[in-house]
């Protein structure tokens, strides 16, 4: 008996598969096991033809390959085709063994990479699962990937057909590309990525959607303070005055993702990333399945958004049921899917934003408009937003149609004279500065919130962002206003209940 080994990504982790092939006697015939019906009959027929174009033919014995284990290939996320490297290897060891032909078999041989017809490699959709491998599998001795590999490590081997390997397993001379690795580069580099400072593109973007957003003082302030402090942030207000807008452009204001992060948000979307935090923006007629995920246990929009942003437009417009499926997430950080198929866990440590109108015509509370809509039905409208839901949201923000000069609060008037003053690039060095670290030179003030008439969490969430506004605007702290001013950005609850809507 043989055996090779591969891995398969599983949710977000790295399973191993181990592929065993044994020659006996018995009926002849070759047998896959442990994969589904489809996929048994198209890989049999590409590792056969693939192995004759070298001139391996199956003998008229018994040949049977085993990969397991089954319960995670049923949910591997990784296509299955990635096997073929790995099962053909396996079936030239067990035939090289069968007729006593020399071979070397490495101690742990990891394979990835489908077969073409004629024995060649295809290249590999999603090189971070092999990556990740190493971590796993601390005694592998060999990764056998197709040619070209962008992975670097000195156990990496690359081939362009399943030939070229042979060769070299038959010779015991490694004259495959063998992929240097200098390990104290690579941790230089990690170390560097997770410290490096904007660079001049991002400053420029940022600077270009800061004076835009400007227009909207309150916006604007809502929008950096979220950035900053990762804070779960709701624009409420009439129809045509920005908030969509605004939150098109909000991904420009967030930091680059750490390395480590980044290798999370890799693995989920099983693609490359450029250190990019996710931004989701689904559709309004999406079912919870898509937002949690489905009977297929693929990831849903909450975890895609895992290290980044879940912005959902016109958040009353959504079916309730699948607003409430988000509530357990934003919480607890994890999705945990439960289906016939199988269970498993998925990361889901998003930000949560969100703009709504307040009724169906959207000028509920307008100073220019007259509400149209029968009170019966502006109430109705809100009842898909429940209480407990918005009471997850950090920062629940007003914003007015027309904003006067004497109705902009301190922390808009600060933000207009750091632009007027020229400091604009001082100002989003500290934001982007603050997104990256976790310590905080500036602590939380004394709160006495009782009298404000907030839950528990209410308490804690206004906690949180004062935390954030004392490190972003620190030459406020002392303002006689500091703490109402702040609590404003929380109000969108108590306006709806004094409008007995």
């Not at 007015?400 to 007027?420: Q, Y």
């Amino acid at each position: 008996m043989t055996i090779a080994y591969s891995a398969i990504l599983v949710g977000v982790q790295i399973k191993t598969i181990q592929i065993e092939t044994v020659i006996g006697q018995g009926f002849s015939g070759f047998n896959l096991l442990g994969l589904p019906a489809e996929t048994t009959r198209d890989m049999r027929e590409r590792v056969r033809t693939a192995l004759e174009a070298l001139g391996f033919f199956i003998p008229t014995k018994r040949v049977v390959v085993n990969i397991g284990p089954i319960e995670d290939i049923k949910l591997s996320r990784t296509p299955l085709s990635h096997l073929d490297f790995a099962v053909a290897a396996s079936i030239i060891r067990a035939l090289c063994l069968e007729k006593k032909e020399p071979i070397h078999i490495p101690q742990k041989e990891f394979f990835a990479g489908e077969l073409s017809l004629q024995g060649n490699l295809k290249q590999l959709s999603n090189l971070l699962v092999y990556q990740a491998v190493f971590q796993n599998e601390p005694n592998l001795s060999a990764m056998c990937l197709p040619s070209p590999c962008k992975l670097q490590d000195e156990r990496i081997e690359t081939f362009e057909n399943l030939k070229e390997w042979l060769d070299t397993r038959k010779t015991k001379s490694h004259k495959a590309t063998i992929m240097k690795y200098d390990i104290k580069s690579h941790q230089r580099s990690e170390q560097e990525s997770k410290k490096t400072p904007p660079n001049e593109i991002t400053l420029k973007e940022a600077e270009k959607t800061l004076k835009t957003l400007l227009k909207k003082p309150k916006i604007a302030v809502s929008l950096l303070v979220a950035a900053v402090g990762k804070h779960n942030l709701i624009l409420a207000g009439e129809p045509g005055i920005g908030k969509s807008y605004a939150f098109k452009n909000y991904p420009n204001l967030l930091a680059p993702l750490c390395a480590k992060k980044n290798s999370e948000v890799q693995l989920i979307h099983a693609e490359e990333n450029d250190c990019k935090p996710p931004f989701r923006n689904p559709h309004h007629s999406c079912t919870s399945a898509a937002l949690i995920g489905g009977a297929s246990l693929k990831p849903g929009e909450a975890t895609l958004a895992h290290h980044g942003v879940l912005f959902l437009d016109e958040l009353a417009e959504f079916p309730r049921q699948s607003l409430e499926a988000l509530r357990e997430p934003l919480d607890s950080g994890i999705i945990v899917l439960s289906r016939a198929q199988g269970n498993i866990l998925y990361p889901a440590k998003f930000q949560f934003c969100a703009t709504t109108n307040p009724c169906p015509c959207g000028y509920l509370f307008s100073r220019m408009k007259a509400c149209r809509c029968n009170p019966s039905s502006s109430r109705k409208y809100l009842e898909k937003l429940s209480g407990p839901l918005m009471d997850r949201f950090c920062m629940q923000v007003w914003i007015e149609n027309t904003e006067e000069e004497k109705e902009i609060d301190i922390f808009g008037l600060a933000l207009k004279e750091t632009i007027v003053k020229g400091k604009i690039l001082d100002f989003l060095n500290l934001l982007f500065q603050l997104q990256l670290h976790e310590d905080w030179p500036y602590e939380v003030p004394n709160l006495h919130l009782e009298y404000k008439k907030l839950s528990t969490r209410g308490c804690e969430k206004i906690k949180q962002i004062t935390h954030t506004f004392a490190n972003l605007f620190p030459e406020l702290i002392k303002h006689d206003s500091f703490l109402d001013t702040i609590v404003s950005y929380r109000e969108l609850g108590q306006k709806f209940l004094e409008a007995h809507v």
